[in-house]
């Protein structure tokens, strides 16, 4: 990430944090992705611009620690709790390894969010879709990076997730994971270049017969 990520002499692989709503809920919520390069951490804490300790993970009793941390936010109504919560600025990221070495990085957190996209097709609650070559459309979004797709077979409980250039605006659903008979729900973000993101999600069900 070129803003809500920064690389500390390769000791944290990864420090990041970005913002995501989803404009379909109306909610909002942080991610923190941390990960240490080859050894674990034993621990882990992160630090917001006002100084509050946001995070501390203690692994005192693995030998091998934990390497990569991916936290997330309850999420409550876009109304400005997010934001308070998590203000604007650097946050530190200090660890400690397994073998003792301390480590360190900062991660910019930005509230500024790029603009949705609208989902063209399949139509929102729209039933028989085909599925024989289905391909998922989407208008631009201002400001997006790259864009995210997830799709979600509801009674299989199963996710597909794919990241897309931010040149493209239609996915076609892979051949295999759509079933006849079948809800899905489908969600396009757009990414901007801090990794904030905006969500919209629809859903759609499947003709019976293929």
């Not at 990864?14 to 404009?23: A, M, P, R, V, Y």
């Not at 009674?155 to 794919?162: A, I, S």
């Not at 969600?187 to 293929?210: H, K, L, P, Q």
């Amino acid at each position: 990430m070129m803003l809500g990520s920064v690389w500390a002499d390769d000791q944290f692989e990864t420090s990041e944090i970005h913002l995501e709503k989803n404009l379909t809920d109306g909610d909002a919520e942080v991610v923190i992705n941390a990960s240490a390069d080859d050894e674990g951490l034993s621990r882990l804490t992160i630090a917001g611009p006002d100084g509050r300790l946001l995070l501390d993970l203690n692994a005192p009793n693995s030998k091998l620690g934990l390497r990569k941390i991916l936290v997330e936010s309850p999420e409550p109504e876009n109304d400005g709790q997010i934001l308070a919560d998590y203000p604007a600025g650097e946050y530190r990221f200090s660890g400690t390894t397994t073998s003792g070495e301390a480590i360190s990085a900062a991660a910019r957190l930005g509230h500024d969010f790029p603009s949705s996209v609208s989902l063209v097709q399949p139509n929102d609650g729209q039933k028989g879709v085909a599925i024989a070559g289905l391909t998922f459309e989407w208008t631009p979004a201002k400001g997006a990076r790259h864009y995210i797709l997830i799709l979600e077979d509801q009674e299989l409980d199963l996710e597909m997730e794919v990241e897309l250039p931010g040149d493209t605006l239609s996915f076609k659903a892979p051949e295999g994971f759509l079933h006849p008979d079948r809800e899905y729900k489908l969600a396009v973000g757009a990414v901007a270049e801090d990794g904030n993101r905006s969500f919209v999600e629809i859903s759609f069900a499947t003709t019976r017969e293929e």
